[in-house]
């Protein structure tokens, strides 16, 4: 009777843990940045998530040749201190960083981000995917629970559930182009749905961690974070898109916070 009861103390503890009635909004910190690597170098405490979305050396954002070296030099310096880290890009040009990993990370999922949606402005081929890189550490904890339905959490209470199913390695949410997605989009030329987001944030943390985005764009990743109970740290190295993200976070830059 004893074991029975501590083993159920220890069930009633996670489910309060990971219920989202108990989740408390998360506070976001817009910094100040000028460059990327200098901001996540700044960085004094660890974070437990790093989002990394940077223009796609192709179209919106210019291209350089060096671009491969730079993104390999951001996904080092945001795994010194995180243990996940997840890059967005386009597939032909993302797969490059799989060559260039250090010994510390490793490739835990190639995600896809699958849409129908996606307007043809050119004759030929039509993109209608992105690739999302997920690494980490070894050994950094996942979080496939937080995707249980209620029958699966049913289970997993009762000790009943045979195996942990984690949410699908495709993730299929239309554009917020015209009227899909109209209350969330906000004139950023590449803003992510919430739903694309939020899957990558809940398999990597829990309530009270924090996420880093360097390259907020129009801080999707704060909205979210907000909404799961997740702190988070944003910044974005044009002016435009910074202003973008206090409007609709209803926050402001700051120069410092305890983690610098």
């Known amino acids: 009777m004893r074991k029975q009861s501590l083993s159920e103390a220890a069930r009633r503890a996670q ?60 996904i080092r310096e945001a795994s010194s201190v995180s243990e996940h880290i997840f890059v967005w890009g386009f597939p032909e040009i993302v797969c490059e960083q799989l060559r260039r990993l250090g010994k510390d990370l490793t490739l835990v999922a190639w995600l896809t981000w699958y849409y129908k949606n996606c307007p043809s402005v050119i004759r030929g081929w039509r993109s209608a995917q992105l690739t999302c890189l997920h690494l980490s550490k070894l050994g950094a904890p996942l979080y496939a629970q937080h995707f249980l339905n209620e029958v699966q959490k049913g289970k997993l209470r009762d000790g009943k559930l045979r195996y942990m199913p984690g949410p699908p390695s495709v993730i299929e949410v239309p554009l917020n182009i015209g009227f899909v997605g109209r209350a969330e989009q906000t004139g950023h030329p590449a803003q992510k749905p919430l739903a694309v987001i939020e899957p990558l944030i809940s398999m990597t943390t829990k309530p009270g961690d924090t996420v880093l985005d360097p390259m907020c764009g129009a ?32 926050i402001k830059q700051q120069d410092s916070v305890d983690y610098l």
């Open 15 to 74: 489910r309060e843990r990971t219920s989202p009635e108990n989740h408390t909004n998360g506070v976001v910190t817009l910094l100040r940045c000028r460059d990327v690597l200098e901001t996540i170098g700044s960085l004094r405490k660890p974070v437990t998530t790093t989002i990394l979305d940077p223009w796609y050396n192709r179209g919106v954002g210019g291209e350089r040749e060096d671009y491969d070296e730079w993104l390999a030099g951001v």
């Open 219 to 250: 801080g999707t990743t704060g909205v979210v974070c907000q909404r799961l109970g997740r702190d988070a740290i944003l910044c974005d190295s044009s002016r435009e898109y910074a202003r973008l993200t206090e409007r609709r976070l209803g």
